[in-house]
C-alpha cells in the first residue's frame, strides 16, 4: 500500500494519544507529514462509540469510561495489548477496502508469529464481525476506524498477553457470546511461549509495510 511511516510508542494515556491523533490527521490531509502507522499501548481503560448501549457497557467500571468517534462498539484497552493507529490519505492511495486491508495484514502478521487466524464476512443484518479472529470463532483483534476528509484515524488492537478478564464485565465489540482471545493463549495451547512485544510490533509493521 506504499510508504508508510512506523512509529513505536510506549504506553500513552488514551485521552493523549486521541489528541495526538487529531493533529496528525490534520498534518496529513495538509501534506505535512507522511502516512503513518503508531505502535503503542494505553494504561486500562474501556471506549465505546456513539451507538453503544448503555446495557452494553460495564455496570460497575473499575477503570474509565471513554466516549469515542471511531467506528465499533465498546472495547478494553490495557497491558499486554498492542494498539496500532492508521493514519493513511486514501485520496492518494485509490480505490479498495481499507478495513478488509488491515484484516489481511494482521492475518499475516499473526501467521508470521505461528498463529492461523482468519477475517470473517458479516451476514446481512447481523452485528459486525470485523476485526482478525482464529477458525474455531474466538476474536483476537479488534478493529475500529474512521475517515475524514479522506484520512483515516484509529485502527486496532491486538491482545498479546492481555488480561481476558476485562472483556467478560461488559459486551464486547456489541457481540454477547463472543470470546476473546490473546497470542499468549494461543501459543500456549500449542506448548510454545508467547511472543515478546518487540517481535509482535516487527511482525505487525512489515506485514502492513509501515517502515523507520
Partial sequence: ????????????????????????????????????????????????????????????????????????????????????????????????????WVENGLVSACAALGCKTVRRDTPPGAQSLVGVWTPDGRKLVSIGMRIRGGVTSHGFALNVTSDLEEFARFTACGLPDVAMTSLAELAAEQGRPAPGEREVRDAVAKALGAHP
Fill in 1 to 100: 500500500m506504499g510508504d508508510i511511516e512506523r512509529i513505536d510508542l510506549g504506553e500513552v494515556p488514551y485521552e493523549d494519544a486521541t489528541a495526538e491523533m487529531s493533529d496528525w490527521v490534520a498534518r496529513r490531509r495538509a501534506g505535512q507529514i507522511r502516512d503513518r502507522l503508531v505502535l503503542l499501548t494505553h494504561p486500562p481503560v474501556v471506549t465505546y462509540g456513539s451507538r453503544t448501549p448503555p446495557a452494553e457497557l460495564p455496570a460497575d467500571p473499575r477503570i474509565p469510561l471513554v466516549p469515542v468517534d471511531r467506528g465499533g462498539q465498546a472495547t478494553y484497552h490495557g497491558p499486554g495489548q498492542l494498539i496500532g493507529y492508521l493514519v493513511l490519505n486514501l485520496r492518494e492511495r485509490g480505490p479498495g477496502d481499507i478495513v478488509r
